[in-house]
């Protein structure tokens, strides 16, 4: 493809994801399916440009001068900031040539200088909080309740490029095995420093055909996601459910946790997301796991009955602490989605919680960032069922982990900025009567 016929694809990729509620990353996948012809460079460079717009909406918006920017203004202000092209290197790229972009407009123009003219990055004294965070306003306060001082550099560390995280499939490989496959690859691969099953990549590459991933020795899952799943303590002979298994990453992990022994149970209300699974779960060598279609009011859910040593409840949350891998959700996000969230987070707990054996544990998590969906949540619960403890997040990590725990509390928070992976919260509640 041509630069100009990149910035084209670029542009109607765009105008997708501006004009729906669909995250982008499907969207991508969406336009690349039928367009076989895309090469693999073509791919990679129409994605970067794409993800780099989207990391900088707010700013380039602003730059703009426009409250709602086309397709168009996005990718030239891009290749002004992001790329240091002048104007008219720009307007020789939208040039009308074929499979490129139409001619730029007088005010399109205009708007490539306007940009131009601004300082660089996050360098604008006039630029507005929330434009220089990339965060929507209403969300500020609630980062600065859960971080004060330190709720600026979360933000930052939610905008930058996320590093590619493996989990080693422990029923196939070692994570030295797999790093010495790397290393010979000259892939600049290292260990995750908290999750001993975990390799860190330090880009995004392409692990489709790579025989590793084909042959079910490593699954793409975050840092925090690995420990999430370790942090359940699934045991070899245990009887496990996911309950809010969505396309299985967790429900993998425990597997292998569990070595192949005993019964895991992974649920969802979406088919979708289970036939994804099923997949993953041949590929990775999983014998123990059932995989189940929850509907309202359930009655087999009714029947299992304290039935559980482990109970997950990875509920279904605002994803704010995933907001480097899907940098457009931030913009999806509404006051009132919260409200309806909070009221599903505490429905499904109260579904989980009479699963649990008496001893077991319900380890509630979300990739959410904000208070009202974790603590508050778990506090809550608790005060409806006083049945559960919590339990220190230390003496739980140090039955699983030899690293050090990161946190003192009862519960575990993980974020970008204080250790380098997604935005996580864990709380594991024992049942005590």
């Known amino acids: 493809m041509t630069p100009a016929s990149r910035i084209q694809a670029v542009i109607e990729v765009l ?52 409250d709602h920017p086309s397709g168009r203004l996005f990718v030239a202000a891009n290749l002004v900031r992001g790329e240091g092209k002048s104007v008219d290197a720009i307007a020789g790229l939208f040039s009308g040539a074929k499979n490129g972009p139409s001619p730029l407009a007088a005010n399109e123009k205009r708007m490539a200088e306007r940009v131009a003219e601004r300082p660089a990055g996050r360098d604008d004294s006039a630029m507005p909080r929330e434009v220089r965070l990339e965060c929507p306003w209403w969300l500020l306060e609630k980062f600065d309740a859960a971080f004060g001082a330190e709720a600026d550099l979360e933000l930052a560390a939610l905008d930058s490029e996320a590093a590619l995280d493996l989990r080693v499939n422990t029923l196939k490989a070692s994570r030295d095995d797999v790093l010495a496959k790397f ?37 793409v899952q975050d840092e925090a996601s690995q420990l999430c799943a370790q942090l359940v303590d699934a045991r070899p002979g245990q009887t496990v459910m996911d309950f809010c298994a969505g396309a299985g990453g967790k429900t993998l992990a425990m597997a292998a946790a569990m070595e192949n022994k ?20 041949r590929r990775s060598g999983v014998h123990n796991a059932t ?42 996000l509404k006051p009132e989605n919260l409200e309806s969230l909070r009221a599903t987070q505490d429905n499904v707990l109260d579904q989980g919680a009479p699963l649990v054996k008496l001893g077991g544990r319900l380890i509630y998590a979300t990739c959410s960032l904000l208070p009202e969906e974790n603590t508050q949540r778990v506090e809550a619960f608790l005060a409806r069922h006083p ?47």
């Not at 559960?388 to 725990?405: D, K, N, Q, Y």
């Open 15 to 66: 105008d997708e994801v501006l004009a729906t509620d669909r995250a982008a990353d499907g969207v991508i996948s969406a336009y690349f399916r039928p367009r076989r012809y895309i090469g693999a460079g073509d791919r990679r460079a129409i994605s970067d440009q794409l993800w780099r717009i989207l990391r900088h909406r707010a700013r380039l918006t602003w730059a703009l001068g426009t």
């Open 183 to 219: 290393k010979a690859e000259e892939q600049a691969a290292a260990a995750t420093p908290l999750s001993p099953l975990g390799i860190r990549l330090p880009a995004r590459i392409s692990l489709g055909d790579h025989a590793g991933f084909r042959d079910g020795l490593f699954e």
């Open 262 to 281: 005993g019964r895991l149970i992974a649920c969802d209300v979406s088919i979708g997301r289970l036939e994804r699974s099923k997949l993953r779960l």
């Open 291 to 332: 995989l189940r279609i929850l509907e309202d009011n359930d009655k087999w859910v009714r029947r299992q009955a304290g039935s559980f040593d482990r109970v997950l409840v990875d509920a279904p949350c605002s994803g704010t602490g995933a907001w480097r891998r899907n940098p457009d959700a931030r913009w999806h």
């Open 387 to 433: 049945g559960f403890r919590p339990m220190p997040m230390a003496e739980v990590w140090a039955g699983v982990l030899s690293t050090a725990c990161p946190t003192a509390e009862n519960f575990l928070t993980l974020t970008p900025f204080r250790h380098g992976s997604d935005g996580f919260f864990v709380a594991v509640l024992e049942r005590i009567t």
